[in-house]
């Protein structure tokens, strides 16, 4: 079957792709929300947690279903390093570059199973979005609002918002292990907002330290590292659709575990600015050595990658720090 779908024309095959995972979610989600209602309704931290474990779980075999027709469909190859000696349980903080819708997909193809379900920091528009909106709000996942300058001229008290929406989540997200992710950027990359900013950086937009000093702020001690995670698309930046439709040929994934300064772990983010001067050189330190590596993978992306062997999913067993594979399983 995989062959046939592959060789469809990319119109075709784009909706084929939409539909089935229109499927794969709408299968999903009546057991999510089922679950979500004891978990808001009913006060008590043990029945939290277990709702949590389940929700978490139908969040996971939504990403594996979403594998099996990104297999189906697509012909990508893939080229993953550094995801082998991660721990399923235990906290992880997780930053990545972004660049498209693509990435999340991506992220979570990628480290599903190998660590706790991603938790995503999410514009607070996206809960209007039909299905996914209540999925990602049953599942914890943090809304934040983003006010341009005006308005926070205007609204000062309106700084502290996503802070504390931060924190709320943190300690929601400490009832059982989770990988919280956040994309530093705040916005998915274009050379447009590169220009706009000013950014030092060739492939990457100035990063936000704030949400991820909150995060360690409210969780430091629970993390057990940091996962710097890049990704790059060597035939560019894809859109959604390029994606379903099958145009995403090439995708190189990195994750590095690094651990977080200790002298990071403890400290005020917004009330003492030597800590703050001091986290943002941490980020900044962390940006740089991506932006290198982005232009390393970019530079060597007319090296063909193997088309031999299946190396499985991103949930399977996988041997080595390196895996490379010609199919649509990463």
Not at 20 to 26: D, E, I, K, R
Request: hydrophobic fraction near 40%.
């Amino acid at each position: 079957m995989s062959h046939v779908l592959r060789s469809l024309p990319p119109p075709v095959k784009g909706v084929v792709a939409f539909q089935m995972c229109a499927t794969n979610t709408l299968a999903c989600a009546g057991p999510l929300f089922a679950l979500a209602i004891p978990k808001f309704l009913v006060p008590d931290r043990r029945l939290q947690a277990a709702c949590d474990r389940a929700l978490s779980r139908i969040a996971e075999t939504w990403i594996d279903g979403n594998g099996l027709w990104m297999g189906w469909t697509q012909a990508t190859r893939w080229d993953v390093e550094g995801v082998d000696d991660l721990a399923y349980r235990g906290w992880y903080l997780v930053a990545s570059n972004h660049q498209s819708w693509v990435d999340i997909f991506v992220l979570q193809h990628v480290l599903n199973h190998r660590i706790p379900m991603l938790k995503f920091f999410l514009k607070r528009e996206l809960i209007r979005v039909p299905v996914l909106g209540l999925a990602w709000w049953a599942l914890d996942f943090p809304f934040l609002r983003r006010h341009d300058a005006e308005t926070l001229a205007r609204h000062p008290e309106l700084r502290t918002q996503d802070i504390q929406t931060t924190r709320k989540a943190c300690e929601r997200f400490s009832r059982i292990p989770t990988s919280v992710m956040n994309f530093l950027e705040g916005t998915r990359f274009s050379e447009a907002k590169r220009e706009t900013q000013g950014s030092p950086y060739r492939h990457l937009l100035k990063p936000k330290a704030g949400g991820i000093a909150h995060a360690i702020e409210a969780l430091g001690d629970r993390f057990q590292s940091l996962l710097d995670v890049t990704i790059v698309y060597p035939g560019g930046r894809p859109s959604f659709w390029d994606f379903l439709a099958g145009r995403v040929t090439d995708v190189r994934v990195r994750v590095r575990s690094l651990p977080i300064p200790a002298d990071l772990l403890q400290g005020d983010y917004d009330a003492d600015p030597e800590f703050r001067a001091r986290f943002q050189q941490w980020v900044q330190g962390l940006w740089e050595q991506k932006d290198r590596q982005i232009e390393e993978l970019l530079r060597t992306t007319r090296d063909p990658l193997p088309s031999g062997g299946r190396a499985g999913t991103a949930a399977g067993s996988t041997t080595g720090a390196r895996r490379r594979s010609s199919t649509g399983s990463a």
